[in-house]
Nanobody, 119 residues
Framework: QVQVVESGGGLAQAGESLRLNCTASGDIKDFNVMGWFHQTPGQQREFVAD???????NYADSAKGRFTISRDNAKNTVTLQMNSLKFEDTGVYFCRVEDRRPIGTLTYWGQGTQVTVSS
């Protein structure tokens, strides 16, 4: 079993920065992908950014140039540094861990952390 716990987030004004952290613990294999998703009420969860255990990153267009994802493989943590926040960044941010194994991919989600950006 794998546990995924997010921290960080909170309230910020437009233009400010916030940092989100996520820690995964449990039976995680070496090759995995950790990422962040954003959800607002009534909307589907949307991809923000992810990073593989080899350091390869992907970003949504909305995050490029403003957000930076990084990770510490030794600690199984991933950080999302969010700069130049916009009102539309408001929502719940979920951390997702994909444990990619030869038999298939196991996916784990955290409970989410709220980010509120005031304009």
């Amino acid at each position: 079993q794998v546990q995924v716990v997010e921290s960080g987030g909170g309230l910020a004004q437009a233009g400010e920065s916030l940092r989100l952290n996520c820690t995964a613990s449990g039976d995680i294999k070496d090759f995995n992908v950790m990422g962040w998703f954003h959800q607002t009420p009534g909307q589907q969860r949307e991809f923000v950014a992810d990073i593989s255990s080899s350091g390869s990153t992907n970003y949504a267009d909305s995050a490029k140039g403003r957000f930076t994802i990084s990770r510490d493989n030794a600690k199984n943590t991933v950080t999302l540094q969010m700069n130049s926040l916009k009102f539309e960044d408001t929502g719940v941010y979920f951390c997702r861990v994909e444990d990619r194994r030869p038999i298939g991919t196991l996916t784990y989600w955290g409970q989410g952390t709220q980010v509120t950006v005031s304009s």
